[in-house]
């Protein structure tokens, strides 16, 4: 069944046990037997040896969902790869807050990445300029010679930019191939257009190309979404007070905005890597957008309505894709796709930019309220309590007794075990 016609509001989903949960992602995503059983599977190492070179073995990271979300007035359920603690359930708490009002809005622009082109050894740096632009048409032409099934579904090379910039070793040139790469995160296809052009602007120049190169800062393919958290579900208007405040710092610090930023990427990453997508990409783009004019700041920005209510966005690069690169290879990246139910890359960009802004409200909300540690330490102590052996409802009894005492420590932890066997 589409889970477009299934509401993806889900109260205390984490207390369900796992294979009730499964079952929940199942039933929504219209999940088969075989793909149901991909997410208890390790990831096989003869794939694994086809991904990368010199694999020894398989590395594996926790695979949830976050639940509540509404996007652009459609539910989602949301898979989520990440080891720590707290980052899912905030997310989906976020979303959840986030509905009472409408839930996420998005937009999206074309999907148009940067190949960058590196001319050095160029006399008449302003000449040579003038002639790489006068031989645009043949360029692109030349550029969309190289994917033709890329240009068939509309997309392939669309545009030239020429820069021209100072640096010690003197003015060099770098040209911009702009491609409309469609449903593909694509390097792939950037590169090799790249390649192709190449020896043409050094025939048309004298000079000699360098690097020849996707960028990763995809400042022509950005996502924007914003959402209304409702100040009643926040605890009222002096809480919606107390975020600004917060988030102010943000704004306005490059110290705090990195670790601002970081609780961004938390959210953002879990889905890239579910979904088969390249993580560090997204980050370095993500990263060095935040410091387009020069300072580092805040991705996302806050501001209170006229009701009252807090009003948050964020707009960022978003270079995703859904065909191509591990987004086929990994065995459960395809899974993870039927989840979210996407079509195209763009559906997948709206959701990725979706919960990294609700992972954002979520972080900041914490500070500004109860503090971080509060989530965090609950889970940490679950931790502590497995690694003093404790099992079962031993885990659970151990680590509530360690974080009412407020002493999260492995001997404390031990001991407290040994206590609840003794009886």
Avoid: W
Wanted: proline fraction near 3%.
């Amino acid at each position: 069944m589409s889970n477009e016609k299934k509401s993806s509001l889900v109260s205390g989903f984490y207390k369900l046990p796992v294979n009730e949960r499964i079952k929940f992602v199942k039933d929504f995503s219209g999940l088969n037997e075989d793909e149901t059983k991909l997410f208890l599977s390790c990831l096989d190492i003869a794939t694994a040896d086809r991904m990368i070179e010199n694999v020894l073995g398989t590395f594996e990271m926790p695979l949830a969902v976050a639940v509540n979300f509404m996007i652009n007035g459609k539910d989602y359920v949301i898979p989520m790869a990440i080891e720590e603690p707290s980052v899912v359930a905030a997310a989906s708490n976020a979303a959840k807050i986030a509905r009472v009002k409408g839930g996420f809005t998005t937009k999206y622009s074309k999907p148009l990445m940067i190949g960058q082109l590196q001319l050095l050894h160029v006399d008449d740096v302003a000449g040579a300029a003038q002639k790489i632009m006068h031989h645009k048409e043949e360029i692109l032409q030349l550029a969309n010679a190289q994917d033709k099934i890329l240009v068939g579904l509309g997309g392939g090379a669309k545009d030239l930019e020429v820069r021209i910039l100072d640096s010690p070793l003197g003015k060099m040139i770098v040209t911009h191939l702009i491609v409309d790469v469609r449903d593909a995160m694509g390097a792939n296809a950037v590169n090799t257009m790249c390649e192709a052009v190449s020896p043409f602007i050094e025939d048309i120049t004298g000079g000699k190309i360098r690097l020849r190169i996707l960028s990763n800062l995809a400042d022509k393919r950005l996502v924007k979404v914003k959402a209304i958290f409702d100040k009643e579900k926040m605890g009222g208007e002096k809480v919606v007070d107390a975020f600004l405040e917060a988030y102010m710092l943000a704004s306005i610090d490059p110290y705090r905005a990195a670790t601002h930023n970081k609780g961004i990427m938390n959210g953002i990453d879990a889905v890239i890597i579910a979904t088969g997508n390249d993580f560090r990409a997204i980050e370095a783009g993500a990263h060095a957008y935040a410091a387009r004019n020069g300072n580092y700041t805040s991705l996302t920005s806050y501001h209170k309505d006229k009701n009252g209510d807090l009003v948050g966005e964020l707009e960022m690069p978003m270079a995703v894709g859904v065909v191509g690169g591990a987004a086929n290879m990994h065995p459960k990246a395809k899974p993870c796709r039927k989840i979210l139910g996407i079509k195209d890359a763009q559906e997948l960009a709206e959701i990725v930019a979706s919960v990294g802004l609700a992972q954002n409200f979520a972080a900041v909300y914490a500070l500004s309220t109860v503090g971080i540690q509060k989530g965090h330490m609950s889970l940490h102590a679950k931790n502590i309590a497995v690694m003093a052996g404790a099992q079962g409802d031993e885990i659970e009894r151990v680590a509530e007794t360690i974080v009412k005492e407020k002493k999260i420590k492995l001997d404390r932890a031990k001991e407290v075990l040994e206590k609840i066997r003794k009886g």
